[in-house]
């Protein structure tokens, strides 16, 4: 028996596997999503994840593993009679329906008794706050507006689970950013489980409770958008996730805190190895550090207290509000930096050529082993 304190899983994969001919689309990928979770599954094109969608939906089968929903495994199980819906990126909307039609559609395909179908219907369309489009043809509804219909459309059908792939990859950037805080506040309006497929990092991380990182048709590491973020548990999530600087280099020394390393451009860095790792002498390594943890100054007295110093000279400013930025080229290396530059006014001044020092201490910046295989 479960333990009481134990979530109820509404989606379970296990060893779950896809190959096309000799190429492996999807190898042996394990994960459960707890009812209720937004869960999404991020990755660079090619790397699995649409694969893995489709065999969820039932549009591929699996070449070995399970699949259980509900705790009730769907292979050989087709696809309109999975309790799962979709949400495709293009919507799929039929544009000669009326938005009420659309919406039924899925109901009559089911059977739903004539009667009921139009409180479901309005039902649908105040939870996703269209009350009055119920009449209105799917042109005349903004790119917001059909987001959100494509979405009742599917709700209203109480899937276990609901597939969304890449449904905002079609939108224009402002609006796409105004519907990830509503597709989340839509998730947890309506309670659904929520598998989402998509490789805009920034979707992942703003609507889901848990993601998985996608590499080569295996999960790299699932954890919430801030244990990826601060804490990688490989050099690919540390460089696929956010943006970084990074250096090569081999360990010099090592203790207890951290290692010393030498990159190949001749300096000599502190860091810290992630996730505890052992690493020895001679040792490859890649070390990362998010330009936001780089401390900035035109004043090379205010990082004299840091472990890791450089100066360089601006490059290039990139303007954008609170998340502005400079590329800096290491005077030592000619190696260039990204630095996030505060927002106190300090650098409102600040341009191309000038002079600036750069610090940051050793827990900043996390040492990965070098594979055999070339890192993002």
Request: some cysteine; overall charge negative.
């Amino acid at each position: 028996m479960a333990n009481a304190d134990t979530p109820a899983l509404d989606l379970e994969c296990h060893n779950l596997t896809k190959t096309f001919g000799d190429f492996l689309a999807v190898d042996d990928v394990s994960f459960s999503v707890p009812s209720g979770a937004f869960f999404s599954i991020l990755g660079p094109s090619g790397c699995g994840k649409t694969t893995l969608l489709r065999m969820l939906a039932g549009f591929l089968e699996p070449t070995s593993g399970d699949i259980a929903i509900k705790g009730q495994s769907m292979l050989g199980v087709a696809p309109n009679k999975r309790p799962v819906n979709m949400v495709f990126q293009h919507l799929a909307l039929f544009p000669m329906m009326t938005v009420g039609e659309n919406i039924a559609y899925g109901l009559k395909r089911r059977g739903t008794p004539k009667r009921e179908i139009p409180t479901l219907v309005r039902d649908a369309l105040e939870r996703v706050n269209l009350p009055d489009a119920i009449d209105k043809k799917i042109d005349q509804l903004s790119g917001g507006q059909k987001q959100r219909i494509a979405i009742a459309r599917c709700m209203v059908l109480n899937p276990a689970v609901l597939l969304l792939d890449e449904p905002l990859g079609a939108l224009d950037l402002k609006l796409r950013e105004h519907m990830k805080i509503e597709l989340k506040q839509l998730q947890s309006q309506f309670g659904t489980t929520f598998m989402y497929i998509t490789h805009d990092q920034s979707e992942a991380l703003v609507m889901s409770d848990q993601v998985a990182i996608m590499n080569k048709g295996r999960f790299e590491q699932i954890g919430t958008p801030q244990e990826l973020y601060y804490h990688p548990k490989t050099a690919f999530v540390a460089g696929f996730v956010g943006d970084s600087d990074r250096w090569r280099g081999a360990v010099e020394s090592a203790d207890g805190t951290g290692v010393r390393v030498s990159t190949k451009d001749g300096i000599s860095l502190l860091a810290t190895p992630a996730g505890g790792m052992a690493l020895s002498v001679g040792q490859q390594v890649d070390i990362f550090v998010r330009p936001e943890a780089v401390i900035i100054s035109q004043e090379s007295a205010r990082i004299q207290d840091l472990e890791n110093r450089l100066n360089g000279t601006v490059v290039n400013l990139l303007f954008n509000g609170a998340n502005s930025r400079a590329l800096v080229r290491d005077e030592k290396t000619g190696g260039e930096l990204t630095v996030a530059l505060p927002q106190t006014g300090e650098f409102s001044t600040l341009r191309r050529g000038q002079t600036v020092y750069l610090g940051w201490m050793h827990d900043k910046a996390l040492a990965f082993a070098v594979s055999g295989e070339d890192q993002p």
